[in-house]
């Protein structure tokens, strides 16, 4: 069983379009998070989530707005995609006192 | 913002051939974290280090933290082609109950056959 699984695994879809990847994890944490890397595989955070609650806000166009239903669920929506949104999203999830963040398989978007 | 800087970022070596990776940081934390990632996967997990002076070693890889230096470093012992990924050292500045992880840009490393 894949621990944080994402879907999908590849998006390819042309600007102007709105789309969703979304994020599950069967690892019973409370915390979930979003990770952009870019073409030059650098790594930056962009939101979290604790127990549905969002507690981290990156400074992230308005265009994304992330969504958690359920503690075990945070979906990332992304409005009037740019070519600059093109990247790998990783999902991630931890549980404190644990200090381990595991992550999932990575969304490759593409934006033509 | 906190500031965290891997070199070298490429890194063509033998095998057999041992090398070290250095990640320096620019802001007190207590929690710095070595990932691997292969091409187009996933981050996997290596190494977390707590405290100053820590040391973790998993086979031919041995991770160490000086908090007071804000450095750590990734030591790679008789590098085997396996070996070959690209590393991430991550620090965690928060005392909260999640993670904020600022990462290096990541070293890759190739080892020759």
């Known amino acids: 069983d894949t621990a944080v699984s994402q879907t999908p695994k590849y998006l390819v879809t042309q600007m102007g379009n709105d789309k969703s990847i979304k994020c599950e994890q069967n690892?019973?944490?409370?915390?979930m998070y979003w990770y952009k890397q870019d073409s030059k595989k650098f790594l930056k955070i962009m939101f979290s989530?604790?127990?549905?609650?969002?507690?981290i806000n990156e400074t992230v166009p308005n265009r994304f707005s992330p969504k958690s239903p359920d503690k075990a669920h945070l979906n990332l929506h992304i409005n009037s995609l740019e070519l600059g949104d093109s990247a790998v999203y990783f999902c991630?999830?931890?549980?404190?006192?644990?200090?381990?963040?595991?992550f999932g398989q990575g969304t490759r978007l593409t934006v033509v | 913002e906190l500031k965290v800087e891997q070199n070298p970022l490429f890194l063509s070596m033998q095998e057999e051939k041992n090398y070290t990776i250095y990640c320096n940081y620019s802001?007190?934390?207590?929690?710095l974290y070595w990932y691997r990632q292969d091409p187009g996967k996933s981050l996997e997990s290596l190494f977390v280090?707590?405290?100053?002076?820590a040391v973790k070693q998993e086979g031919r890889l041995m991770a160490s933290l000086d908090t007071k230096a804000r450095l750590s470093t990734l030591h790679i012992t008789a590098a085997v082609h396996d070996l070959s990924a690209t590393y991430f050292c991550?620090?965690?500045?928060?005392?909260?109950?999640?993670?904020?992880?600022?990462f290096g840009s990541g070293t890759k490393l190739n080892v020759k056959p």
């Open positions: 991550a620090v965690d500045p928060t005392k909260y109950n999640f993670n904020k992880f600022y």
């Open positions: 989530y604790n127990n549905k609650e969002l507690i």
């Open positions: 690892l019973g944490h409370d915390t």
């Open positions: 802001t007190t934390s207590d929690r």
């Open positions: 991630a999830s931890s549980q404190d006192p644990d200090p381990w963040a595991f």
């Open positions: 280090l707590l405290s100053n002076g």
